[in-house]
């Protein structure tokens, strides 16, 4: 493997300058190195530097080291790259890669909370233009659209651009939808959206000039004015016609010229799918922040009463694909960490006695953390709609109050089983009480003493068989009943029978109702 040497110019204003550097990347070729790479970070434009030195040279390679991935998209580098590397005879070599958040925020003003991932996904949509043999067309129309803002950039990045009759085109200079520019800001983004589409003007033939007024001075021009000065190449006002006036007209893509044959084509619209459309939705921040708290909220509601599994699934689902829409947000994880914080604060509450403390605190953790999200990075248009921080606030504040008004009346509520849950209930005399006897109770007999009214045996007047008694209490195996009331024998059902008659037997209208003796109750 052979070694090959290169130079390294760095940032242009640190290093050689002007003429001391052309004659040392000069000096550098005629040694026999490989390469001359310029750096480019705050101010100094890696572009401008090798478009310079590639006419002063004839052989030595010229390397980006390296264009800054949020300086500029995909498709600008891929047309900056790919113009210097004609001009020079092929001796261009992109480099790509981000600096750090002091760079890429503080100076380009682009959020960049992931920046290895999209550096892949950067070199990966360069390399697909670079590598494209399809030429592309850019029709501005129906009657009535508008290229405006990007909308210039991609027509001028066409290989053929065409514009509907009663459409328009212009307005190009940038904004900024994350706050003001101070005025060295503005300059200096300004002047680097110029660079990009005079490179894309250079390398489609197009017209430089209103390119750069569109840009610096947001210049509008109309349909016709645009094919006269040579902004777009043709008109045509529907898609047919745009196909029969393209037929034949040769341009240049990756692989070489190419002719376009679009004479009796089928053309195929491809519209967004319903799981593209679905993606879209979970990208609103509004969205996935409602699916991120609503899926917290089904999580602690299956913690709060385990076995219902509709709130577990439902809330694991909606949490994934909240953080999956989030994943596409520039999130400040300060305000995530404080959400999350707010649901175990609700967790710990049920399990701690606090009071309510703990919730209260989950509350305010959960109203801070959603306001702050999003990073201060993120622009208006990607702002949580209040409305929904404050609904979602109310939501919580409802749930724990039904959850508390359920746990009261659980707590109240007379218990239904065990030594608890015979207290209060109401059965009848089998063998008279005078004051110990038996009753039949819940479908059992049990051993009973009767009581006057309170919790123990106290002497009472003798209770007779078939008379409906209430449970007052339980001692070991033997219940301490009293006289049940008329309100309890009706909730419960007991029917009062008179009392027996000398043969055992109690009245009826259909005839005696034979009993066991006494001495066969046990």
Do not use: C
Not at 9 to 32: C, D, F, K, N, T
Not at 134 to 152: E, K, L
Not at 421 to 434: F, P, Q
């Amino acid at each position: 493997m052979a070694l090959k040497l290169g130079i390294n110019l760095g940032y242009w204003g640190i290093g050689p300058q002007g003429e001391e550097a052309v004659e040392l990347v000069r000096a550098a070729e005629a040694a026999g190195y490989d390469s001359v790479w310029v750096a480019e970070s705050y101010g100094s434009d890696v572009v401008s530097v090798l478009a310079w030195l590639a006419p002063q040279t004839e052989t030595i390679k010229l390397g980006a080291a390296i264009m800054q991935v949020p300086a500029r998209p995909p498709a600008a580098a891929a047309m900056a790259g790919a113009t210097i590397d004609a001009l020079s005879g092929g001796r261009f070599i992109f480099g790509f890669g981000p600096s750090g958040p002091q760079v890429s925020e503080g100076w380009y003003g682009v959020p960049y909370p992931k920046p290895w991932g999209r550096t892949r996904e950067y070199i990966e949509i360069v390399r697909a233009i670079l590598a494209s043999e399809v030429p592309v067309v850019v029709w501005v129309g129906p009657d009535g659209a508008r290229a405006a803002s990007a909308g210039v950039f991609i027509t001028y990045a066409g290989h053929v651009a065409a514009m509907a009759p009663s459409t328009r085109i212009g307005s190009a200079s940038p904004v900024s939808l994350g706050g003001e520019m101070d005025e060295t800001m503005q300059r200096k983004v300004t002047n680097d959206a110029i660079s990009q589409i005079r490179t894309l003007a250079d390398l489609r033939g197009r017209d430089a000039a209103w390119a750069e007024a569109s840009v610096r001075d947001a210049a509008n021009v109309t349909a016709a004015e645009a094919a006269r000065l040579g902004v777009v190449d043709l008109l045509a006002p529907d898609l047919p016609s745009l196909l029969a006036a393209i037929d034949g007209r040769t341009v240049e893509v990756a692989s070489g010229p190419v002719t376009i044959e679009t004479n009796g084509a089928e053309t195929v619209r491809r519209e967004p799918g319903w799981l593209d459309q679905v993606l879209a939705l979970l990208a609103d921040p509004t969205i996935a922040y409602i699916l991120l708290s609503l899926g917290g909220l089904g999580l602690f509601l299956e913690l709060s009463n385990p076995g219902g599994t509709f709130p577990g699934v439902v809330g694991g689902i909606a949490l994934l694909l909240g953080l999956f829409g989030l994943g596409t947000l520039p999130v400040n994880w300060a305000g995530a960490a404080l959400i999350g914080l707010g649901f175990l604060l609700f967790v710990l509450d049920l399990f701690l006695p606090s009071f309510g403390t703990l919730t209260i605190g989950g509350l305010v953790a959960f109203v801070f953390g959603s306001h702050l999200l999003l990073g201060s990075g993120a622009p208006p248009s990607l702002a949580i709609a209040p409305a929904a921080i404050w609904t979602l606030a109310v939501l919580l504040v409802a749930v724990f109050a039904l959850l508390g008004v359920l746990a009261g009346r659980t707590v109240l509520r007379r218990a239904a089983t065990g030594r608890e849950g015979l207290v209060g209930a109401v059965g009848t005399v089998r063998r008279g009480l005078d004051p110990d006897g038996v009753v039949f109770v819940e479908g059992e007999l049990w051993q009973a003493t009767a009581t006057d009214g309170g919790a123990v045996a106290d002497p009472a007047a003798a209770i007779p068989p078939g008379t409906p008694v209430a449970v007052a209490a339980v001692d070991g195996l033997r219940l301490v009943v009293r006289r049940a009331t008329a309100a309890e024998t009706a909730v419960a059902g007991v029917a009062i029978l008179p009392p027996y008659d000398t043969a055992g037997r109690h009245p009826s209208t259909t005839g005696a109702v034979p009993v066991p003796a006494q001495t066969d109750i046990t």
